[in-house]
């Protein structure tokens, strides 16, 4: 089975089990994962008529949310959303998650703060027992760009391993987030065990830093779309 099938049936299984006749409003992750999910609830607003606004994570997910005819809305107006759908870079044995690989971590720990029900869909590679045991690119932190020096060599002392600066593929210089900001891609030695909810909590108290992609404690289930065709869940 190809990665994007896996994902497409995660998607679709995680949609068709959480998007109700009365879910009002969905938040919208980011990634490549989660277009299947719009896929698959764009088709059933147009074939049940069901009634939802969708929140997006980033400027990606608007323009899905655009693209598919869905009704857009904001945190403005909508600021309790039923049920998240989102990706992941990876996902552990208690369901702390890796998410940022697209850049989008900030608007989507937000939106999944908001949501009652956080729902992840990924493919079999990013199910993981321990962080780093598949996805190697560091976690993602987002930081100030004024500060991303010192705040680098602050991780690196305090945490240790790499905290790489996250450089554009298709435009020189560094990635630059839809909030305007800088991601270090901190590369921990992942031979170690870390209280992931000590480590994302001593992150953010370094001035600068806006948020991590250490995603602790916030997904209610996570689907796997598997090899062989089947959807692990986990709950
Ligand atoms: O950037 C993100 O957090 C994305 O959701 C990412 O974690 C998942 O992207 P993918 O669905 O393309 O693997």
């Given at each position: 089975m190809s990665l994007n099938e896996a994902k497409r049936i995660a998607a679709y299984k995680a949609v068709d089990e959480w998007i109700k006749p009365h879910t009002k409003v969905v938040g919208i992750g980011s990634g490549s994962t989660v277009v299947f999910a719009v896929d698959r609830?764009?088709?059933?607003?147009?074939?049940?008529?069901?009634?939802?606004?969708?929140?997006?994570?980033?400027?990606?997910?608007?323009?899905?949310?655009?693209?598919?005819?869905?009704?857009?809305?904001?945190?403005?107006?909508?600021?309790?959303?039923?049920?998240?759908?989102?990706?992941?870079?990876?996902?552990?044995?208690?369901?702390?998650?890796?998410?940022?690989?697209?850049?989008?971590?900030?608007?989507?720990?937000?939106?999944?703060?908001?949501?009652?029900?956080?729902?992840?869909?990924?493919?079999?590679?990013?199910?993981?027992?321990?962080?780093?045991?598949?996805?190697?690119?560091?976690?993602?932190?987002?930081?100030?760009?004024?500060?991303?020096?010192?705040?680098?060599?602050?991780?690196?002392?305090?945490?240790?391993?790499?905290?790489?600066?996250?450089?554009?593929?298709?435009?020189?210089?560094?990635?630059?987030?839809?909030?305007?900001n800088f991601i270090l891609d901190w590369h921990f030695d992942s031979s170690k065990t870390f209280d992931w909810n000590k480590i994302n909590s001593e992150l953010l108290q370094i001035a600068g830093v806006v948020e991590t992609g250490l995603f602790v404690g916030m997904a209610t289930k996570a689907y796997f779309g598997m090899s062989d065709g089947s959807v692990k869940e986990q709950n």
């Amino acid at each position: 089975m190809s990665l994007n099938e896996a994902k497409r049936i995660a998607a679709y299984k995680a949609v068709d089990e959480w998007i109700k006749p009365h879910t009002k409003v969905v938040g919208i992750g980011s990634g490549s994962t989660v277009v299947f999910a719009v896929d698959r609830l764009a088709e059933r607003v147009k074939t049940e008529g069901l009634q939802v606004v969708c929140i997006p994570t980033s400027f990606q997910a608007r323009q899905l949310i655009v693209e598919n005819n869905l009704t857009l809305g904001d945190l403005d107006r909508f600021p309790h959303i039923d049920c998240a759908i989102d990706g992941a870079d990876e996902v552990d044995s208690d369901k702390v998650l890796i998410k940022g690989g697209g850049g989008c971590l900030l608007q989507e720990k937000i939106v999944a703060s908001c949501a009652e029900k956080f729902v992840i869909i990924a493919d079999y590679t990013k199910n993981s027992q321990k962080l780093g045991e598949q996805y190697k690119k560091g976690i993602p932190i987002e930081v100030v760009p004024l500060g991303y020096v010192p705040i680098k060599a602050k991780i690196e002392k305090v945490f240790g391993g790499e905290a790489k600066l996250r450089m554009a593929v298709s435009k020189a210089g560094p990635c630059v987030t839809d909030n305007g900001n800088f991601i270090l891609d901190w590369h921990f030695d992942s031979s170690k065990t870390f209280d992931w909810n000590k480590i994302n909590s001593e992150l953010l108290q370094i001035a600068g830093v806006v948020e991590t992609g250490l995603f602790v404690g916030m997904a209610t289930k996570a689907y796997f779309g598997m090899s062989d065709g089947s959807v692990k869940e986990q709950n």
